[in-house]
């Protein structure tokens, strides 16, 4: 089976920075995109970077700037450094990758449990 874990997130001080990583395991054929998403509480579940197979990657307007996200291929990992983080920014953040299980015949959507970040003084 495929699984998405996730690691850091975590309390930090306005202006402060964090770093999240995420590690895709089990029978992978490949992963086009990998990603995070966050979601704060009342609203919507909303992208914030995305970095695909060729590390071609795309942020919220939000966070550009600010928020990095890079790509190990090798390890199917994916990383967000966080700098300049502020309350807005405080949500749960969610690991995704687009990617081709083995003996599957199309690409599929996995999410990661989530992890939260919570920006306060």
């Known amino acids: 089976q495929v699984q998405l874990v996730e690691s850091g997130g975590g309390l930090v001080q306005p202006g402060g920075s964090l770093g999240l990583s995420c590690a895709a395991s089990g029978r992978i054929v490949s992963i086009l995109v990998m990603g995070w998403y966050r979601q704060a509480p009342g609203k919507q579940r909303e992208a914030v970077a995305t970095i695909t197979s060729g590390s071609d990657t795309g942020y919220a307007d939000s966070v550009k700037g600010r928020f990095t996200i890079s790509r190990d291929n090798a390890k199917n990992t994916v990383y967000l450094q966080m700098n300049s983080l502020n309350p807005e920014d405080t949500a749960v953040y969610y690991c995704?990758?687009?990617?081709?299980?083995?003996?599957?015949?199309?690409?599929?959507?996995?999410w990661g449990q989530g992890t939260q970040v919570t920006v306060s003084s």
């Open positions: 995704y990758a687009h990617l081709l299980p083995t003996l599957a015949t199309r690409h599929y959507d996995y």
